[in-house]
């Protein structure tokens, strides 16, 4: 059974520029959520997409941006790239709503320069 | 205001003897929690979880304990074994956030041969 596959596995990008991350979740899951990873400020809650809605979202500026695909096939984008963008960006799938199930991809590492 | 803490960034243990993780939380709210754990450049890894109806719940080598009035939750590896070193995030999950999981700031764990 594949796991939950993001991709590119890194990426370096210029200031301004702006990026799309994609997230495949395992088969049969319909919930993906997106989460950044950064050294200060750890594992934060960026959005939750369930069935092409988002179901929820962090506490994050409106450049930051997602949607889900009818396969439950989900991206994310960044636009307007700052220096702080810089993180490991995570995905992770689940079967539905309420707990337990994350399974999670092994991220993004995304560069700002 | 992090409603998830992991008062230690760190953690050393001999092989063999037991490591306990620790973890409170602030949001009366959540009623489910996870423990994960992460290794570099790759996604966090579920390794147990628990309801706020239970108080224990175990797997094998891994127990997870709540104390609901306390407001913490601890992680018991018993026996620990070097393949047990990574960071430990427990996360918390309420009952209406969907798959919204607020994550603590991690703690490193290092079993010694």
């Known amino acids: 059974k594949a796991g939950v596959t993001q991709t590119p596995r890194y990426l370096i990008k210029t200031r301004g520029q702006q990026v799309t991350l994609s997230c495949s979740p395992i088969?049969?899951?319909?919930?993906v959520s997106w989460y950044q990873q950064t050294p200060g400020q750890g594992l934060q809650f960026l959005f939750e997409y369930f069935s092409e809605t988002q179901r929820n979202k962090g506490n994050f500026p409106g450049r930051f941006s997602g949607r889900q695909f009818s396969n439950s096939r989900s991206e994310m984008n960044v636009s307007t790239l700052e220096l702080g963008d810089s993180a490991l960006y995570l995905c992770a799938s689940s079967l539905g709503a309420g707990s337990g199930g994350y399974t999670f991809g092994s991220g993004t590492r995304l560069t700002v320069v | 205001d992090q409603q998830v803490k992991q008062n230690s960034p760190s953690l050393s243990v001999q092989e063999g003897r037991i490591s306990i993780l620790n973890c409170d939380y602030t949001n009366s709210m959540f009623d489910y929690f996870l423990w994960y754990k992460k290794y570099p450049a790759e996604g966090p890894t579920f390794l147990i979880s628990?309801?706020?109806?239970?108080d224990k719940n175990e797997d094998g080598r891994f127990t997870v304990f709540l104390n609901k009035s306390a407001k913490h939750l601890s992680l018991h590896i018993v026996p620990s074994q070097p393949g047990d070193s990574a960071v430990y995030f427990c996360a918390a999950n309420e009952d209406n956030a969907g798959n919204m999981l607020t994550f603590g700031g991690g703690t490193r764990l290092m079993v010694k041969p």
């Open positions: 088969s049969g899951h319909r919930s």
């Open positions: 628990i309801s706020s109806i239970k």
